[in-house]
């Protein structure tokens, strides 16, 4: 696996259970799949012999990211290795505007566009659409980096963006009622299977929450939008995990972006899927024949652990020690990462039979393990209390 982050940590995990021994391409010896996996290739994913000594002797090479240049990928497929997904796929995972006119070819619906090549063009799209604006890097960016809302006419960022040869493109600010995304995994002869679409709940550009199924559809709108990201995983010919992130707005739904890897609106699945998109990603890439992706519970909710602005004054393995003596049933996921302001450290999932219960439960435990607060004002000194009347 090309990577070496959290989604390369649990999809080593998976890869345990399947009798496979994952070998990670990491920066750094302490990045978080690089602490646990047997074996670790240390350097860069732009660096084409690193590439190469992570390739061989496996029997494939997948991704945790999307950031390998095309011409290395090329270059190992050239070799002889196999990579799923390939090159031509992942292209549309690594470029927005590859991939908003590869759709718009197919009739998928997608937001409005147009490059950025000068201020002349940002005008010219403004004077269709109005404002304000979203403008996008094309490549790179993720978890709100490269994205800028523009409010009016100063070109804010655009004239230093494009004097450093960033490839943009802009978009309306799209009125919508909230962003839903489905994951769907495809095996090399085309065997596909989906899970339930589920609503992401984002704050600042970074998803919060993920609540599976997504409220308020009906069995219609879930059907259709399963058969749109099996028609883009068929078309664009992707094997292994795609995940389409999508904007619901009053009139239909349209495509925003494109993942071809494990992604976090699917970290639910590990324990509220029969299979997890982990286990899934492996068994497609490894053409296995795909598992279940049934869920196992009516509700299930994961959110995201997200370092505090202040440190807390509690190690994070007493407030594990607190957070289960409240919830014991909290399944938690905790990545190996310093905690900073923003970063993702881990999440917590949480299931059960109404979704409110379920995400207040998920929210106060995620917020407990990023500030070492509880949030609803719960003290622990009942925590010894607690453990006597459960037999603890």
């Given at each position: ?115 950025v090549t000068d201020l002349a ?94 409220p308020g559809l009906d069995e ?173």
């Amino acid at each position: 696996m090309v990577g070496a982050g959290q989604l390369a940590r649990m999809t080593h995990q998976a890869a345990i259970a399947l009798g496979q021994s994952l070998r990670v391409l990491a920066v750094r010896a302490d990045e978080p799949a690089a602490q646990v996996a047997p074996r670790v290739v240390l350097g860069s994913a732009d660096d084409l012999d690193a590439l190469r000594a992570l390739a061989r002797g496996c029997h494939v090479v997948t991704f945790d990211h999307e950031q390998v240049p095309q011409e290395h990928l090329r270059a190992l497929v050239e070799a002889g290795v196999t990579v799923r997904p390939g090159p031509e796929a992942l292209l549309h995972a690594q470029d927005k505007l590859v991939m908003r006119r590869r759709l718009t070819e197919l009739g998928v619906p997608v937001p409005p566009y147009a490059p950025v090549t000068d201020l002349a063009d940002l005008k010219a799209f403004a004077a269709d659409h109005g404002w304000p604006l979203v403008l996008k890097a094309a490549r790179g960016g993720y978890d709100g980096r490269g994205v800028w809302l523009l409010d009016g006419p100063d070109p804010g960022p655009v004239e230093e963006l494009l004097a450093a040869g960033t490839p943009l493109l802009v978009e309306p600010a799209v009125a919508m009622r909230r962003e839903l995304a489905v994951q769907v995994v495809r095996s090399p002869f085309g065997q596909a299977a989906t899970w339930p679409m589920v609503e992401t709940v984002q704050s600042d550009g970074q998803c919060v929450q993920v609540l599976a199924p997504a409220p308020g559809l009906d069995e219609g709108q879930t059907l259709g939008a399963q058969q749109l990201a099996l028609r883009i995983a068929h078309e664009l010919g992707v094997v292994g995990l795609l995940a389409v992130e999508l904007f619901e707005t009053d009139d239909c739904l349209l495509v925003n972006e494109l993942a071809m890897r494990p992604h976090n609106s699917g970290h639910w699945t590990i324990e509220g899927a029969r299979t997890s998109q982990f286990e899934q990603h492996l068994r497609a890439v490894l053409d296995y024949p795909l598992g279940s992706t049934e869920p196992t519970a009516p509700a299930v909710v994961m959110a995201n652990v997200l370092g505090a602005a202040r440190p807390p004054s509690m190690g994070i393995d007493e407030r594990l020690h607190h957070l289960f003596g409240r919830f014991p049933d909290v399944k938690v996921h905790l990545y190996g990462k310093a905690e900073r302001p923003a970063r993702k450290v881990g999440h917590v999932t949480v299931l059960g039979d109404e979704l409110a219960a379920v995400r207040r439960r998920a929210v106060l435990a995620a917020e407990w393990l990023a500030t070492g607060i509880w949030s609803d004002g719960w003290s622990p000194h009942g925590y010894a209390a607690e453990r006597r009347v459960r037999g603890g």
